[in-house]
């Protein structure tokens, strides 16, 4: 007996270590349910506020991301059931990767006992509390990286105003940091963070910055000519060869660093290609200035981060209507070494995952042997990002890298264009929006030799 009242008790004790400081530590009184104490009303002010703030100031806020704001009372009581209905699904925060890969650094996903603290506030009826009451859950500020020093600014020179022919505009501006009579970045350099300044933050959904090599400037450069206006339309990539991802970010995504003895090399003569998404659900007729701020290592770094793509192009088909097309890629870290002409590495360190597919995309997981790193079951294109591994993982040139993708290509998951569903088609690899991608980006750290 004596056990059993004792036993909720100490749960409770070990709940407030996390985030329920405001549950006392002491046996229940007598006949009170164990979980529920006495006169405890959630309130707006001392519970929910310091959660919403939290998780979701980083986007609803005015003329944020987000279609609306979650900044005061009114808009939260406003908004009530579907915070609920949202939060229950785990729709929002919007944190796609799912705990079965490894632990990862920055993630926004809602710790159990903030959840429960917003949806038992909100079941309670969602009272506002006295204002100036003291808040009873404290969170402490999220791991955020250190600003990143603008050693080069990547700035489009000019407002674009977004093209609202579609929901979205997929966007590639040029930007050289050399001269026209020397194209390119004049020399070597390491990358070691970069840090997006979205503009228009309504529209400026997610940003991956290349970086194009010497010989496909010229393609890049045509392809800007052929449009009017500044850059050029692209989807996947940036639409040329020679184009290695150097920077992922979506909303809310943060500043990207590299530990202080790493640096990504970007090489003499090459140039940035900045591909913007724009999502239009929020846009007021006001155009976008992006810029993306880089920070290079002013002495070469100890380690090379390198990005190694997993991908097996050939392999990809999904059949018109399948609704659980699947791709399976295996490969040996040695594969990818070789690909990238570093044969004879032999040992390295993966430091984040960023995986990348199309519209028709259901799940994308990324393994090494029977590891898995990174899996998301519920993929969004519009969701992308980089993820860091809390910890390192080391791999072996004959360790196997492992990728596997499901899309739904049946009827019900089709796109609606000009008002008209599409019919499924056979879909195979492509940089289009119609076409699709199965790939994993591992960012691995080598020692510079
Ligand atoms: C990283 C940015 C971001 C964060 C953080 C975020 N939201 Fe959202 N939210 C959005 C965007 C953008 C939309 C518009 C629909 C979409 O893109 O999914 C949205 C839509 C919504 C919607 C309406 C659509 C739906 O899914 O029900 C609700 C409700 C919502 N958010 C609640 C929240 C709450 C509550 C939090 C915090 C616990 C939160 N959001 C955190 C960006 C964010």
Redesign the pocket.
């Known amino acids: 007996m004596t056990i059993r009242r004792f036993l909720p008790a100490s749960l409770v004790c070990l709940s407030s270590l996390f985030a329920l400081p405001f549950l006392a530590c002491t046996p229940p009184a007598n006949n009170d349910p164990p979980n529920d104490p006495p006169g405890q009303r959630l309130s707006y002010v001392q519970d929910a506020k310091p959660?919403?703030d939290h998780?979701?100031g980083?986007?609803?806020i005015k003329e944020g991301?987000?279609?609306f704001a979650?900044s005061d009372y009114s808009q939260v009581k406003g908004?009530a059931s579907?915070?609920r209905?949202?939060?229950e699904a785990g729709?929002?925060?919007?944190w796609l990767p799912t705990p079965v890969g490894v632990p990862l650094r920055y993630a926004?996903d809602?710790q159990p006992a903030h959840k429960k603290i917003?949806l038992d506030w909100l079941q309670q009826g969602a009272e506002p509390g006295e204002a100036g009451a003291t808040p009873r859950v404290q969170i402490p500020n999220a791991e955020r990286a250190a600003t990143a020093r603008g050693d080069l600014v990547l700035d489009i020179g000019a407002t674009y105003q977004p093209s609202t022919k579609a929901a979205d505009d997929y966007r590639c501006f040029i930007v050289d940091p050399g001269t026209p009579a020397s194209p390119g970045l004049p020399e070597l350099r390491y990358l070691r963070a970069g840090e997006v300044l979205p503009d228009n933050k309504a529209i400026a959904h997610h940003v991956v910055v290349f970086e194009v090599d010497a010989a496909h400037i010229a393609d890049a450069v045509a392809k800007d000519t052929a449009e009017a206006g500044p850059g050029y339309t692209c989807f996947g990539g940036a639409g040329v060869g020679g184009a290695q991802i150097v920077l992922a970010w979506a909303?809310?995504g943060g500043v990207n660093r590299l530990a202080d003895n790493q640096g990504t090399p970007i090489a003499k003569g090459s140039i940035f290609v900045m591909q913007m998404h724009y999502?239009l659900?929020n846009y007021r007729g006001v155009g976008d200035r992006t810029q993306t701020r880089l920070e290079f290592a002013s002495t070469p770094p100890e380690y090379l981060v390198r990005y190694l793509p997993l991908l097996n192009p050939s392999g990809l088909k999904l059949k018109a209507g399948d609704a659980d097309a699947k791709q399976v890629v295996v490969a040996p870290v040695s594969q990818i070494l070789k690909y990238l002409r570093m044969p004879n590495v032999t040992e390295l360190s993966i430091t984040s995952v960023l995986p990348h597919m199309h519209m028709l995309g259901k799940t994308i997981s990324t393994g090494l042997n029977s590891q898995t790193l990174l899996d998301i079951d519920r993929w969004q294109f519009?969701w992308q990002q980089t993820y860091s591994l809390q910890q390192p993982v080391r791999a072996t040139s004959s360790d196997l890298l492992t990728l596997e993708c499901h899309w739904d290509n049946s009827y019900a998951n089709q796109p609606t264009i000009d008002g008209q569903k599409q019919m499924p088609h056979d879909v195979v690899w492509g940089e289009g929006s119609g076409d699709e991608m199965c790939v994993s980006l591992l960012g691995v750290a080598l020692p510079r030799q």
């Open positions: 959660i919403v998780y979701c980083d986007c609803h991301i987000a279609p979650l908004a579907a915070i209905a949202s939060v729709r929002m925060p919007p926004r809602m917003l909303v809310g999502n659900a519009g």
